[in-house]
T-cell receptor, first 116, second 109 residues
C-alpha cells in the first residue's frame, strides 16, 4: 500500500487479557520497527526486523511481549496478560532497510491501547 | 549508534529562523545524521539527513561541521504549525534507530 497501515487504531482491553496489534508495512520495505509511546513520553524502541536476519528484540520490556513478521511483510505484536502500564500508543514503522533509505522511516498512525 | 544530546525545549516566534543543535561527540565514520519531526498524536516524520557539510530540502537545512561532532537543523521562518518535537539521530545505515527525548519546539504568535 501507499503507507504503513496499523490495526486496530484503538483497543480497549481488560487487565490480564491478551492483545494482538497488526502492522502492514510499505511494500518492498525490508526493515520494520515497533515502538511505543506513553502519554507525554518519548518513543521507546521495542523490536527491529531487517530482512531475513534475526530480529533485534532488545527493547521488549518483558517476556509478555513478542512479535513476529511473516513472509517479510506483515508483523504482529502480541502482548500477553496485559497490565495497566502497557497502555500506550504502539507505533510501527518501515524503511527500505539498506542504503540512504535505511534511515528514512515511514510511520503508521499507531494503535492506541488502553488497559483497564 | 552514537549518543546524541539536544536541548530539552526551545521557544520561538512566528517568522523567525530556528536552529536546533545536536551534539554527537562519539559519532562513528559510517553514521549518518538524521532528523525527525513529531506532531502531537502522530508518528514521527522524516525531515532530513546528511553526512557532512550542508544539506537543504524544501523543509529545512542541515549543517554539519567538518569534525561531525555536532549538527544544526535550521528551520526558516517558522509558523505555529512547526510546533513539534524534533529528534536527532546518528546511526549507520541498516542499524536500528533508537530515538532520544528530542527537542520540544514551541512557536508563539
Amino acid at each position: 500500500g501507499a503507507g504503513v497501515s496499523q490495526s486496530p487504531s484503538n483497543k480497549v482491553t481488560e487487565k490480564g487479557k491478551d492483545v494482538e496489534l497488526r502492522c502492514d508495512p510499505i511494500s518492498g520495505h525490508t526493515a520494520l520497527y515497533w515502538y511505543r509511546q506513553s502519554l507525554g513520553q518519548g518513543l521507546e524502541f521495542l523490536i527491529y526486523f531487517q530482512g531475513n536476519s534475526a530480529p533485534d528484540k532488545s527493547g521488549l520490556p518483558s517476556d509478555r511481549f513478542s512479535a513476529e513478521r511473516t513472509g517479510g511483510s506483515v508483523s504482529t505484536l502480541t502482548i500477553q496478560r496485559t497490565q495497566q502500564e502497557d497502555s500506550a500508543v504502539y507505533l510501527c514503522a518501515s524503511s527500505l532497510g539498506t542504503g540512504r533509505g535505511a534511515n528514512v522511516l515511514t510511520f503508521g498512525a499507531g494503535s492506541r491501547l488502553t488497559v483497564l | 549508534l552514537a549518543k546524541t544530546t539536544q536541548p530539552i525545549s526551545m521557544d520561538s516566534y512566528e517568522g523567525q529562523e530556528v536552529n536546533i543543535t545536536c551534539s554527537h561527540n562519539n559519532i562513528a565514520t559510517n553514521d549518518y545524521i538524521t532528523w525527525y519531526q513529531q506532531f502531537p498524536s502522530q508518528g514521527p516524520r522524516f525531515i532530513i539527513q546528511g553526512y557532512k557539510t550542508k544539506v537543504t530540502n524544501e523543509v529545512a537545512s542541515l549543517f554539519i561541521p567538518a569534525d561531525r561532532k555536532s549538527s544544526t537543523l535550521s528551520l526558516p521562518r517558522v509558523s505555529l504549525s512547526d510546533t513539534a518535537v524534533y529528534y536527532c539521530l546518528a546511526v549507520e545505515y541498516g542499524n536500528k534507530l533508537v530515538f532520544g527525548a528530542g527537542t520540544i519546539l514551541r512557536v508563539k504568535s
